[in-house]
């Protein structure tokens, strides 16, 4: 099923979209609110695959690497990818939902900046004061675009998360993630830190 923010991207009016990427934006803040939330709280993140001492081999050769897809085919199996591909599906779902946190908020950002432009260059040229309901939504989803970059940019250790989730999605499915490339350039970019942001 197609998310609230893909469905606002793809169809209906400026108006309509607006109203749905504002609605979106509430539960999408929760959501990653949570995420920061678990990753920062040491007794839930000492949890983590990548807090595993077992892991450091992986941890570096993933952070060096980081926003390529993660690859882990020059560190030795004994190392720490042995032990992950054969805990693949578990680590999947240990991670999945704070995961798809950070995906529903890339969407989200992606599809509120094309909105936004898109309103900017064809709908505004009108003063604000002569679409009054319209300027009002308009403005609400600058500032949760805003704030949801900024709220990404606070999440820890996201890099790892994504990741450790994409390889592992990948390992026990056999197929690639197809969103961790979109998702690990924002991280990079966009998201890196509070002060990027």
């Not at 993933?62 to 560190?75: H, N």
Request: contains cysteine.
């Amino acid at each position: 099923p197609r998310s609230e923010v893909d469905m606002a991207s793809r169809n209906g009016r400026p108006a309509e979209r607006l109203q749905i990427l504002n609605e979106a934006s509430g539960s999408l803040m929760s959501k990653l609110h949570r995420v920061e939330q678990r990753l920062g709280n040491k007794d839930f993140s000492k949890d983590m695959p990548w807090v595993n001492p077992n892991m450091k081999k992986v941890v570096m050769c993933l952070q060096r690497k980081f926003p390529e897809y993660p690859s882990l085919s020059e560190v030795d199996k004994m190392q720490g990818p042995g032990d992950l591909q054969m805990q693949a599906k578990q680590v999947c779902h240990q991670l999945e939902d704070m995961y798809l946190a950070l995906q529903d908020s890339v969407e989200f950002i992606e599809e509120a900046w094309k909105l936004l432009t898109e309103i900017a260059d064809d709908y505004l040229s009108p003063p604000f004061e002569d679409l009054p309901e319209v300027s009002a939504a308009y403005l609400d989803l600058f500032c949760a675009y805003v704030q949801t970059i900024l709220a990404l940019s606070q999440v820890p250790d996201k890099e790892m998360l994504a990741c450790f989730y994409a390889y592992c999605f990948q390992y026990a499915s056999g197929t690639a993630d197809v969103s961790f490339t979109k998702l690990a350039h924002m991280l990079d970019d966009t998201c890196k830190d509070r002060p990027t942001a």
